[in-house]
């Protein structure tokens, strides 16, 4: 079982991005996937989380109206779709899926700056 995150860049204020997490080896459908955050000397972050049905989402407050998760099972593929970027917003972003085991991603990095 596997989660490859990508799509990680150094992007300016007030871009946009959208980060994609691969899985591999399990059954996608049946995981709920969730996108956290970390940086460095803090504790990793709830940024947004999908259901099973792609229709229930959570987001947390920092980025509601900014951020939009998604899921694609016939791709096996959950996005993060980040827009207004900010510089907050720069840390390590890990996926995570939750069903029968808990996976992680190996994260990506995304630095807002100027």
């Known amino acids: 079982a596997q989660l490859v995150e990508s799509g990680g860049e150094l992007v300016q204020p007030g871009g946009s991005l959208r980060l994609s997490c691969a899985a591999s080896?399990?059954?996608?459908?049946?995981?709920?996937v969730s996108w956290y955050r970390q940086t460095p000397g803090k504790e990793r972050e709830l940024v947004a989380l999908?259901?099973?049905?792609?229709?229930?989402?959570m987001y947390a407050d920092s980025v509601k109206g900014r951020f939009t998760i998604s899921r694609d099972d016939a791709k096996i593929t959950v996005y993060l779709q980040m827009n207004n970027l900010n510089p907050e917003d720069t840390a390590m972003y890990y996926c995570?899926?939750?069903?029968?085991?808990?996976?992680w991603g190996q994260g990506t990095q995304v630095t807002v700056s100027s």
């Open positions: 999908i259901g099973r049905d792609g229709d229930s989402t």
């Open positions: 995570n899926a939750i069903g029968w085991r808990d996976i």
């Open positions: 080896g399990f059954t996608f459908s049946q995981y709920r």
